[in-house]
């Protein structure tokens, strides 16, 4: 089988592909990633020898570039390119635009040119907005409320006409809140955990009373891969954990994991537009794939934070960006 995954050295992407090539010998994972600053073929250098993955740097808003691997045949592609963090969506929506937007129109457009059998789009809880009370099933509507979110509701709608109108096989998932070793230090939990590692302080926005749901990555992956066998084309499922907990409970378990007190804790100005509650229900997923988390979200922040604590390596590479010359120099020789 062989296998295009979209951003593949992304925090989730790369993640993906060891879990394929743990999981299946008989399998051929091509990697495909624009390296921005969040790609990082460092965490792949376990495999970058393995004879069944390839690596191939480009875009997908590239239709060239995405056609050149299409067009020789591939049985599914698992879409994790994106833009990714809030923030930056607020400083800058444009390359949130022309990723997140136009990249999945050049994906499916691909997709339904060389009729490849099936394509699994990766989204997010937050196209269905806050949800102060109650949960979001797949039948929510959308409401989402920044760029980023608003970048990846326009891909689903997308994603859902070509399905209507030209069949084309995808299937979408939305995705509560990933977590684990290798996850660019920018997001709350490994951003914290290095700010702690370091002895600075972490900022948290507003009152810190903003919940969001968890899930640890490989039980992502375990998710992503049943959906592809076993999902319904023109579906979408949602992926949750029912581990909703507000971000100050998050901060507090981090400095008890890194020794810190609360003096660590600075409040700092809140997000704009900064969505209070996400919780999903993901039933559908349990009921009718039987799928279930493996990982507590302790024993994955423990395993997180240790992660962390033992890679200094990577972790200085990639915040200095020094890795990515490196590594690309490394693929250009090879
Ligand atoms: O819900 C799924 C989404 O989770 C994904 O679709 C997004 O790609 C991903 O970025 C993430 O969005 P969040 O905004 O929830 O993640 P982030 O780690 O940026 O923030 C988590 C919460 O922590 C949020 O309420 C904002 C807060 N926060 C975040 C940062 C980076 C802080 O209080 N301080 C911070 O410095």
């Known amino acids: 089988m062989k296998i295009l995954v979209t951003g593949g050295a992304g925090f989730m992407g790369s993640t993906m592909i060891h879990y394929l090539l743990k999981n299946y010998d008989d399998v051929q994972v091509i990697s495909f990633d624009a390296l921005t600053y969040a790609g990082n073929l460092e965490s792949l250098s376990?495999?970058?020898d393995d004879s069944r993955y390839t690596f191939v740097k480009g875009n997908?808003?590239?239709?060239?570039?995405?056609?050149?691997?299409v067009s020789k045949g591939v049985d599914l592609i698992i879409n994790y390119a994106a833009e990714t963090h809030v923030d930056r969506s607020i400083l800058d929506p444009r390359a949130f635009i022309d990723t997140n937007i136009y990249g999945v129109y050049t994906l499916l457009e691909a997709v339904k040119k060389f009729n490849?059998?099936?394509?699994?789009?990766?989204?997010?809880?937050?196209?269905?907005?806050?949800?102060?009370?109650?949960?979001?099933?797949?039948?929510?509507?959308?409401?989402p409320r920044s760029p980023y979110s608003a970048s990846k509701a326009a891909a689903d709608h997308l994603c859902h006409a070509y399905h209507v109108t030209f069949g084309v096989p995808v299937i979408m998932t939305h995705s509560v809140n990933f977590f684990g070793p290798f996850q660019f230090p920018e997001k709350l939990i490994p951003l914290f955990t290095c700010n702690l590692m370091d002895g600075k302080r972490v900022p948290v926005y507003g009152d810190g009373m903003?919940?969001?749901?968890?899930?640890?990555?490989?039980?992502?992956?375990?998710?992503?891969?049943?959906?592809?066998?076993?999902?319904?084309?023109?579906?979408?499922?949602?992926?949750?954990?029912?581990?909703?907990?507000?971000?100050?409970?998050?901060?507090?378990?981090?400095?008890?994991?890194?020794?810190?007190?609360?003096?660590?804790?600075?409040?700092?100005?809140?997000?704009?537009?900064?969505?209070?509650?996400?919780?999903?229900n993901s039933q559908k997923l349990r009921t009718?794939?039987?799928w279930e988390p493996a990982t507590s979200f302790e024993d994955g922040l423990a395993k997180t934070v240790e992660w962390y604590k033992t890679n200094q390596t990577w972790?200085?590479?990639?915040?200095?960006?020094?890795?990515?010359?490196?590594?690309?120099?490394q693929y250009l020789l090879r």
């Open 46 to 48: 376990d495999v970058q």
């Open 60 to 69: 997908i808003a590239d239709p060239q570039a995405i056609e050149a691997i």
């Open 116 to 143: 490849v059998p099936r394509f699994i789009h990766i989204s997010t809880d937050e196209v269905y907005g806050a949800v102060m009370e109650g949960e979001s099933d797949e039948h929510s509507a959308f409401e």
């Open 210 to 280: 903003q919940i969001r749901e968890w899930i640890y990555t490989l039980d992502h992956c375990r998710a992503i891969d049943l959906i592809a066998q076993k999902g319904n084309v023109g579906e979408a499922y949602n992926i949750g954990t029912g581990h909703r907990v507000p971000n100050l409970e998050i901060t507090h378990k981090l400095l008890e994991l890194l020794g810190c007190d609360e003096s660590h804790i600075e409040y700092v100005k809140d997000r704009a537009g900064h969505d209070r509650r996400y919780a999903l």
């Open 288 to 290: 009718e794939l039987g």
């Open 315 to 329: 972790l200085n590479r990639c915040r200095s960006g020094a890795y990515q010359q490196y590594y690309e120099q």
